[in-house]
């Protein structure tokens, strides 16, 4: 299975963006998919994580209620929507899938990794 995480860029704080992330090679429909970044100098972390039919969604305490994780099982790809965004938001993105249906906050939960997207967010 192939991650591919787009839509990432440069924003100013306040602003949003909404990234993607697409999956080809195997349909990832029945998998947990999440959503991790790393800022410069820092370990990665975890951000969001929806179920395999959307319905069981967990964010981290930085995001809550700004970010919204969303997928289209028909097309195979899942979205981060980042609203209200902060300089501290800056980071490379990465999606990931799960090893189950569910997900979770722990990277060894998820199997599958795909290239980051860069999100740059400035005062």
């Known amino acids: 299975v192939q991650l591919q995480a787009s839509g990432g860029g440069l924003v100013q704080a306040g602003g949003s963006l909404r990234l993607s992330c697409t999956a080809s090679?195997?349909?990832?429909?029945?998998?947990?998919v999440g959503w991790f970044r790393q800022a410069p100098g820092q370990e990665r972390e975890f951000v969001a994580t929806i179920g395999w039919n959307g319905a069981n969604t967990n964010y981290a305490e930085t995001v809550k209620g700004r970010f919204t994780v969303s997928r289209d099982r028909a097309k195979n790809t899942v979205y981060l929507q980042m609203n209200s965004l902060k300089t501290e938001d800056t980071a490379v993105y990465y999606c990931?899938?799960?090893?189950?249906?569910?997900?979770?906050?722990?990277?060894?939960?998820?199997?599958?990794w795909g290239q980051g997207t860069l999100v740059t967010v400035s005062s």
């Open positions: 090679g195997r349909t990832l429909s029945n998998n947990g």
């Open positions: 990931a899938g799960a090893r189950d249906s569910f997900g979770g906050t722990s990277q060894s939960s998820y199997r599958y």
